[in-house]
């Protein structure tokens, strides 16, 4: 009994570094698309809600990193939460707030302008990252 906690361990870990690694992963492709996706001629949709579909992603590949104990759905529930939150905030108009939007990270952490199609981007996303967090556990049940 005693041996079977640090395979746990060393699983709980994988299933750690691997969701760190898709975040990366998918917050590369969010900055390619941002940055190379007019310059490439994709068309102006593509661009804008394929970056927030990816930004869901991270969000939900980030909260099951720093919530690994809870389920897929709760992690889920949570990461759609705070994408509407922050898609809200963008209604909210402070000097501070309003200052820190146009900058890079401003517009990549909280965005610019509200629309209510990034929630449905932000769904996407989100749905997307379950399904590479249960590709994930498929692929490692099979190598066992």
Known sequence: MHGAQPVNT??????MLIRVGLALVV???GLTLRWYGFPL??????????????WATMVFLLVGVLLPRLSQTRNAAIAMVIAVVIELSR?????W??????????????????SPW??????????LGV?????????????G
């Open 10 to 15: 060393i699983a709980f870990r994988r299933r």
């Open 118 to 127: 990034n929630l449905a981007a932000y769904a996407i996303g989100i749905a």
């Open 27 to 29: 917050i590369a492709c």
């Open 131 to 143: 399904w590479l967090d249960r590709l994930m556990e498929i692929r490692k049940s099979g190598e």
């Open 41 to 54: 001629g994709l068309p102006a949709f593509a661009v804008k809600y394929g970056g927030s579909l990816l």
């Open 97 to 114: 707030l309003d200052a820190f939007r146009p900058t890079t990270a401003g517009a990549l952490l909280l965005g610019r302008i509200f």
């Open 91 to 95: 209604l909210v108009h402070l000097p």
